[in-house]
Structures are given as structure tokens and as C-alpha cells.
């Protein structure tokens, strides 16, 4: 299959948790056309679906009636994807490194979403202005990662 | 939409959970729900088999954190099998190896219930 290397396209999703499966569905797509072989493929809509997860639990906190939309991005070997909310702001930086036993230990799993996002991610930044909240999910094609 | 479902039957000593389709932050609450009961029912010895399952998300992974402490309190203990790769990716990322018994096999896990 021939590779499209320009994407340009948004959605706008209702922010519940049954968005999650349409979310997945729509950068999935996206990033099949753009060349990522099946493992990227998973890291990159895993890593998307945490960013609206938190959108959906803690930007609007679980109202349905908000949206939130997701952009995706690609030019040349860069993949990006971009959620935007207008909700409640978020500070990546209070959150602190996930220590698992801890988390087991006092039954909470908070944070690993945040964790996982920049493991699987080349970037990924949170931007908060005018009331409107972005992250910004960066994924690089590599020669070697091509499908 | 992507759906969920977890069979649970009898094993010997043990409970074996088998879970199919998507774990995310959608479906949890099911995979919750299903704990709990077994929990309800003094059930402590759970291999879980994740051969069904396509894929998992944090919402997914909080899960088995939030019964681990209990069950073991309880002498029994939470066994993971089967996992496919990109699903044992995510709980490898999260260090969960060190936390909690991760086999290829469900019988192994088994195994290891009917030995205690």
C-alpha cells in the first residue's frame, strides 16, 4: 500500500467513554495511511485514547452533554494529533511518576495514563489558553518502523 | 463499537476469567463489576485469561491494581495468562512484571493454585 504522507483531518466527539472506541477508530485509520507498522499503530491510539480518557474524566468529568475534538496531523515522517477540550485545565507537571506498588497499594491508577502517553510518544505537550486545552501527541516515522 | 466480555467459570481451587475484546476506560467498569462478585463470593484464586483480548488501556490496568491488595490479604493471589504481545506490552511499560505472575499458559497458573 502506498503511503499518504499529508493528513489533515478533525473530529468532534461527544465526551463519553463510548466515544473512546470512535476515537480509536478514526486515528487508527490515519496512521495505517501514513506507513506505521502494527505495533505503532497500537502504541499511537493508545497513547490518543489517555489523552481523551482524561479529557472525558477530568476536563469535563464524565458530562456527556461537552465535546472534545481530535485533529490529526501528518507531514512528511511527522504524525501528530492534537485533542482539544474546553474544559477544566490540566497540569501534567503535578502529576508525579507512577510507582506501581505504591499505586496497588493504595488502589489508585491515576497517572498511568499520563506515564504511558510519554513513553509511547516522541512528544507530547500540554497547552491551556483562552479556555481552551490542547495536548499535543507527536509520533516520528522511522525507515525502520515502516508497515 | 468495541465490546467486552468476561466469561468466569470454576477451575479446581481456582476461578478462571476469561476476557474478551476491548478493555478501556468504557468497559472497565464490567471487568470491575466481575471482580467484585467473585470477591463477594470469597473467590481469591483468579488466573486471568487474556487470550480474547485485543486490547487494554490504563483504565483497564487500574483495575487489577484496585483488587490485588485484597485478594492477597486473602491468600489467594491474581495470576495472569495467555497475554497477547501488544497487551503485554502495556502492563510491561508499567512495570507490572515485578507486581504480579504473568504466564504464557493458563494450566501453568492453575497449576500453580493447586499446588498450595
Redesign the interface.
Known amino acids: 500500500m502506498k503511503r499518504i504522507d499529508k493528513i489533515e483531518d478533525s473530529k468532534t466527539f461527544r465526551s463519553?467513554?463510548?466515544a473512546?472506541?470512535?476515537v480509536?477508530e478514526f486515528v487508527n485509520r490515519y496512521a495505517v495511511e501514513f506507513g506505521f507498522g502494527?505495533?505503532d499503530v497500537?502504541?499511537i491510539i493508545?497513547a490518543v485514547?489517555?489523552a481523551c480518557?482524561n479529557v472525558?474524566?477530568h476536563a469535563y468529568k464524565g458530562n456527556p452533554d461537552a465535546e472534545f475534538l481530535v485533529r490529526v496531523l501528518g507531514s512528511g515522517m511527522e504524525f501528530q494529533i492534537v485533542v482539544r477540550d474546553w474544559g477544566d485545565s490540566f497540569k501534567p507537571e503535578e502529576v508525579p511518576v507512577?510507582n506501581?506498588?505504591d499505586?496497588?497499594?493504595k488502589?489508585?491508577?491515576?497517572g498511568?495514563?499520563i506515564?504511558?502517553m510519554r513513553?509511547?510518544m516522541d512528544t507530547v505537550e500540554y497547552r491551556d489558553k483562552d479556555k481552551v486545552n490542547e495536548v499535543r501527541l507527536v509520533r516520528y516515522l522511522r525507515n525502520d518502523q515502516r508497515s | 463499537?468495541?465490546e467486552f466480555k468476561v466469561l468466569t467459570r470454576d477451575s479446581g481451587n481456582a476461578v478462571v476469567m476469561e476476557l474478551h475484546g476491548?478493555l478501556?476506560?468504557?468497559t472497565a467498569p464490567d471487568l470491575e463489576k466481575s471482580f467484585s462478585d467473585l470477591i463477594g463470593r470469597g473467590k481469591y484464586n483468579i488466573v486471568v485469561n487474556f487470550n480474547g483480548l485485543s486490547?487494554i488501556?490504563?483504565?483497564g490496568?487500574?483495575?487489577f491494581?484496585?483488587y490485588?491488595?485484597e485478594v492477597r490479604n486473602n491468600h489467594g493471589d491474581i495470576k495472569l495468562t495467555n497475554m497477547q504481545q501488544?497487551v503485554f506490552?502495556?502492563f510491561d511499560?508499567?512495570?507490572?512484571p515485578?507486581?504480579y505472575e504473568i504466564y504464557p499458559d493458563q494450566d501453568e497458573a492453575l497449576k500453580k493454585f493447586d499446588s498450595k
Open positions: 463519553t467513554t463510548t473512546l472506541s470512535e480509536r502494527d505495533k497500537s502504541e493508545l485514547d489517555e480518557t472525558i474524566k507512577p506501581i506498588r499505586r496497588a497499594r488502589h489508585k491508577a491515576g498511568l495514563g506515564y504511558l513513553r509511547l | 463499537m468495541n476491548f478501556d476506560a468504557h486490547y488501556s490504563s483504565a490496568l487500574g483495575v491494581m484496585a490485588i491488595d501488544k506490552n502495556v511499560l508499567l512495570g507490572f515485578f507486581l
